[in-house]
């Protein structure tokens, strides 16, 4: 169960960790047809209230979403417009009727370096640790999907730029992942 204390304020745009899992009845995530309602619920909701999407990956009975939302308020209204609409259209794929998710989403602020891309890596390298195989590798995440289509543009300077400064611990197919972000800098610009 996610704590119902309150969220930490933030003001400018700030990547943040979510996680949001469904309830017991709703099917495998993972399915072509609940793979594709979701995708496409990630793409009109794309930049609607402040809160863009920029890495996520789908699991069976889960979502880790990495999103960059203007301030605290936007990350509130964002998620439940999102979390409506995942709800909505899962409910259509399946023929049912009533809640989805089985609790509130869980988020944690991503403020620095080390920890927006440990998160990134955590994020598209989860389904190599649920199902065996490599990790960014995943037909079920940003790191094998249409990016252009689903992914939002960063203003951050930490996604845009700052991440570069992370532990040289990250691994190498992460940073490269990084660096193909929408807006990202690219290798050799000024930071």
């Known amino acids: 169960m996610v704590s119902h204390r309150a969220r930490p304020r933030f003001d400018k745009p700030t990547p943040v960790l979510v996680t949001m899992r469904v309830d017991r009845h709703v099917w495998n995530l993972r399915s072509r047809r609940c793979f594709s309602a979701t995708a496409a619920c990630f793409e009109t909701s794309l930049g609607r209230f402040g809160l863009r999407l920029i890495e996520f990956s789908v699991l069976g009975n889960h979502l880790h979403l990495i999103v960059e939302a203007d301030n605290a308020e936007s990350l509130s209204r964002g998620m439940q417009g999102l979390g409506v609409r995942v709800a909505k259209a899962l409910n259509r794929v399946m023929g049912a009727r009533g809640r989805v998710f089985a609790d509130h989403y869980h988020a944690r602020l991503l403020r620095t370096p080390t920890k927006l891309v440990n998160a990134i890596a955590y ?20 790191a094998d999907c249409d990016r252009a289509l689903l992914l939002g543009k960063p203003r951050s300077w930490l996604l845009r730029v700052g991440w570069r400064r992370a532990a040289r611990t990250t691994p190498e197919w992460c940073r490269t992942h990084l660096a193909a972000l929408p807006g990202a800098a690219r290798p050799g610009l000024a930071a």
């Not at 994020?123 to 940003?142: I, K, R």
């Open 123 to 142: 994020v598209l390298g989860n389904s190599a640790h649920h199902y065996g195989g490599e990790s960014g590798g995943d037909p079920f995440s940003s």
